[in-house]
């Protein structure tokens, strides 16, 4: 027990470790020859840029997963995957958990009660119950796409499974690899594999406090602020993202013109869901219009939902910064969400998380830019991407030099594990004065 | 008294008001014969949109105003950029000494008799220092500048005369207009010429506040926070954007390589310290690289200090909010610069004003995009030069549709007297709850 706790003090130290360890280990897997198709040449930087786009859940590649990995390089893949999604969404729920206990105490020493630590119980609760969760998702996506593969490609029975497995881990992982060289541009007005695709990246993406709050069946009235802000937040963004796509794509004479009415609907579906955040390419981002590719950046930037597969800062950060806005264009003191008050620090948080990613994404925009004679929009494309672990691309990310892809590598890592442990690290480590110091009002705008 | 305190009680009721009387008394001058040289056909797009961008002291334009404008017109032009600046220089100083004491009010009810309110007398004299100080140091300027164009130029004394004056008013009040059809990139490398310039724009940059303070000879331990954040921050920024703008357009190869070493030097000063928030066009920014553009994007958008002449976000609030981002990190609870405390409600102002000016700048370059097909960079450029009222241009204004330009003086507006007076207009709004909710804290990150 202490030394769970002890552990837990430290979440920047612990996921970090671990996602070293990670990387370490699926590198050295993929470098083996039997991770490469035949013919393909051994490469370090290939390796651990998949490795790390893997692990991080992000989906960005410098090689096709379709030719350039064996069999058993794409089930390596798959397995940092699974890894990498699931041990940051436990990761990430603990931590929360840890953090609403210590919350408590940070805004009032009195209520030390208040300040309920978790025990090992609690640790391997949870622990069981997101992976259960996890793989009963999985496997319902995977006999769905399965199905598909099988009735609808013709393709064998065993390929189908290992073609609707591998894709289920993805997309519930939201990691948006994908076993073909076009990704899933070629499904992209096929309902059968979309659908399944977007059920399984809208699970994984609320992430696993709100999921369990659903399954538990309370009635909406009743669901924390946490969960009704991640829900309607994700439900509106979806439907902002989808009519945006079929507008600028479809209507407009874009990517999706070539489509029937019918199949367009399915993929303006894909196109206002996979950027938040699976990162699956529906259709090819180095032909739409720049219009799309700044209402996706966005998307991107906010992502789907804390302590779950998703990336980006969360809805839930941009959403409480909107009610912070909100009260103080009203004059309320106090930001309020459904009658419960946001706690102060939580309010600095969401800041902290949000001004740091847009800091982060700039200047990482700036160096790219340096490095390289890229189009700058598609710059900054990439580094939301990354950033957000989208991994959506206009096609440049094999093109960029091995300084701007080892770039990227950290944008990946810093937007899996930074996000989270930033907002929690910093609530874990609260120091207190015992003096307050006289109060000053510098002028704002 | 009443009438002034009610007035001022609705600051963004008669900012706005004021400013629009004044774009419509500005418009029908130079729509007036008289205001054209010979031969520029009437234009109300034009004439409006010149007098949005004077009074806004942007220095956007949509026709050259050297060659299109007559010198009657030119004096209108000058008189709109001194009652534009000055004006709400002004009013934003009396908002903030307002706020000031309503801050107090607000923050704690039982310190009322911290709440000072402005009578007359308070208002009179605080308008009659700013224009005191105003036209003494436009006047200084405009005889340095004059005795330049005079005896190094060659003009005659009445022409070096009203040209001085004319850049002393456009560069005192950050407006960036000129009556050189290049602006002033003739002058880039004369340090008698950039200098009074750049000292100018400086010192109505800071703000009255700032000004006040530093006038009143008070040592720099003394200084208020706000004085201290503007000062040291304006100086910080200043140093980056010069060496910047030095590496990129000079060491690099590009606008400022054709001058000798010690005139680009000049030229980067001026590169460095043009647009935050003058916009005086030193170089053809047409031409200079995508680092230089989105590095200026970044100080256009800071901008400079609060209820002065500059625009952007304000150098304070950009530094409040890294304040609370660095109080964060070390899990401070106190939020404080130099030995004091800053206000809570002052932290979520400026969370609310740069946060509502990062969206609208986005939203507002997805606007442009859908109606040109100009590179979105240089769109997100010119939004930013218009929402900071810098007045930079890549040279596409005049390209813009009609529609583009009213976006554009609608963001000038918004830039100008937005930041400003939503900040304030907040404060001085605030209601008292007599119950206080149950408290709850969404996941971030
Ligand atoms: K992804
Ligand atoms: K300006």
Same mark, same amino acid.
């Given at each position: 027990?202490?030394?769970?706790?002890?552990?837990?003090?430290?979440?920047?130290?612990?996921?970090?470790?671990?996602?070293?360890?990670?990387?370490?280990?699926?590198?050295?897997?993929?470098?083996?020859?039997?991770?490469?198709?035949?013919?393909?040449?051994?490469?370090?930087?290939?390796?651990?840029?998949?490795?790390?786009?893997?692990?991080?859940?992000?989906?960005?590649?410098?090689?096709?997963?379709?030719?350039?990995?064996?069999?058993?390089?794409?089930?390596?893949?798959?397995?940092?995957?699974?890894?990498?999604?699931?041990?940051?969404?436990?990761?990430?729920?603990?931590?929360?958990?840890?953090?609403?206990?210590?919350?408590?105490?940070?805004?009032?020493?009195?209520?030390?009660?208040?300040?309920?630590?978790?025990?090992?119980?609690?640790?391997?609760?949870?622990?069981?119950?997101?992976?259960?969760?996890?793989?009963?998702?999985?496997?319902?996506?995977?006999?769905?796409?399965?199905?598909?593969?099988?009735?609808?490609?013709?393709?064998?029975?065993?390929?189908?499974?290992?073609?609707?497995?591998?894709?289920?881990?993805?997309?519930?992982?939201?990691?948006?690899?994908?076993?073909?060289?076009?990704?899933?541009?070629?499904?992209?007005?096929?309902?059968?594999?979309?659908?399944?695709?977007?059920?399984?990246?809208?699970?994984?993406?609320?992430?696993?406090?709100?999921?369990?709050?659903?399954?538990?069946?309370?009635?909406?009235?009743?669901?924390?602020?946490?969960?009704?802000?991640?829900?309607?937040?994700?439900?509106?963004?979806?439907?902002?993202?989808?009519?945006?796509?079929?507008?600028?794509?479809?209507?407009?004479?874009?990517?999706?013109?070539?489509?029937?009415?019918?199949?367009?609907?399915?993929?303006?579906?894909?196109?206002?869901?996979?950027?938040?955040?699976?990162?699956?390419?529906?259709?090819?981002? *180095?032909?739409?219009?720049?219009?799309?590719?700044?209402?996706? +950046? #966005? $998307? !991107? &930037?906010? @992502?789907?939902?804390?302590?779950? %597969?998703?990336?980006?800062?969360?809805?839930?950060?941009?959403?409480?910064?909107?009610?912070?806005?909100?009260?103080?264009?009203?004059?309320?003191?106090?930001?309020?969400?459904?009658?419960?008050?946001?706690?102060?620090?939580?309010?600095?948080?969401?800041?902290?998380?949000?001004?740091?990613?847009?800091?982060?994404?700039?200047?990482?925009?700036?160096?790219?830019?340096?490095?390289?004679?890229?189009?700058?929009?598609?710059?900054?494309?990439?580094?939301?991407?990354?950033?957000?672990?989208?991994?959506?691309?206009?096609?440049?990310? *094999?093109?960029?030099?091995?300084?701007?892809?080892?770039?990227? +590598? #950290? $944008? !990946? &890592?810093? @937007?899996?594990?930074?996000?989270? %442990?930033?907002?929690?690290?910093?609530?874990?480590?609260?120091?207190?004065?015992?003096?307050?110091?006289?109060?000053?009002?510098?002028?704002?705008?």
């Amino acid at each position: 027990m202490p030394l769970v706790r002890r552990v837990l003090s430290h979440p920047a130290r612990l996921v970090s470790l671990g996602f070293l360890l990670q990387m370490v280990v699926g590198t050295v897997l993929l470098l083996l020859p039997v991770s490469r198709a035949e013919g393909a040449p051994a490469d370090l930087l290939v390796a651990a840029f998949t490795t790390v786009s893997a692990t991080c859940v992000t989906g960005l590649i410098t090689v096709d997963t379709a030719t350039y990995w064996s069999p058993f390089g794409q089930v390596v893949i798959m397995g940092l995957i699974q890894v990498g999604g699931i041990g940051v969404m436990t990761l990430a729920t603990l931590l929360a958990l840890t953090v609403r206990g210590r919350l408590g105490l940070r805004t009032s020493l009195a209520a030390q009660a208040d300040s309920h630590s978790l025990d090992l119980g609690d640790v391997r609760r949870v622990v069981l119950r997101i992976v259960g969760l996890a793989l009963t998702i999985e496997a319902f996506i995977a006999v769905l796409l399965t199905l598909r593969f099988a009735l609808g490609y013709g393709m064998g029975w065993g390929t189908a499974v290992w073609h609707g497995l591998f894709h289920a881990v993805s997309s519930f992982n939201n990691a948006g690899f994908a076993l073909y060289t076009d990704n899933v541009i070629g499904f992209v007005g096929d309902l059968w594999i979309i659908g399944p695709l977007c059920l399984a990246l809208i699970l994984g993406g609320l992430g696993f406090p709100v999921l369990r709050e659903l399954l538990s069946g309370a009635p909406a009235r009743r669901w924390s602020v946490h969960t009704r802000l991640t829900v309607w937040g994700t439900s509106t963004l979806f439907v902002l993202g989808i009519l945006a796509f079929w507008f600028f794509e479809g209507a407009a004479g874009g990517t999706l013109a070539h489509l029937p009415p019918a199949q367009q609907a399915v993929g303006a579906l894909a196109g206002g869901v996979f950027p938040r955040t699976a990162g699956f390419n529906a259709v090819d981002y *180095a032909h739409v219009t720049e219009e799309t590719e700044a209402i996706t +950046m #966005v $998307l !991107m &930037f906010i @992502g789907g939902g804390s302590a779950g %597969t998703a990336g980006g800062v969360k809805v839930t950060t941009f959403l409480l910064l909107a009610a912070v806005i909100w009260a103080e264009v009203r004059g309320e003191p106090d930001v309020v969400i459904g009658q419960r008050r946001v706690a102060a620090p939580v309010q600095r948080q969401a800041l902290t998380v949000a001004l740091l990613a847009v800091g982060l994404v700039i200047g990482s925009t700036l160096v790219l830019m340096m490095l390289t004679d890229i189009p700058s929009l598609d710059l900054g494309f990439e580094v939301i991407s990354a950033f957000a672990t989208v991994g959506l691309s206009t096609g440049i990310t *094999a093109q960029l030099p091995a300084a701007g892809q080892v770039l990227l +590598m #950290v $944008l !990946m &890592f810093l @937007g899996r594990v930074g996000t989270i %442990t930033v907002a929690s690290a910093i609530a874990l480590n609260t120091r207190h004065r015992h003096y307050r110091l006289p109060e000053e009002r510098p002028i704002v705008g």
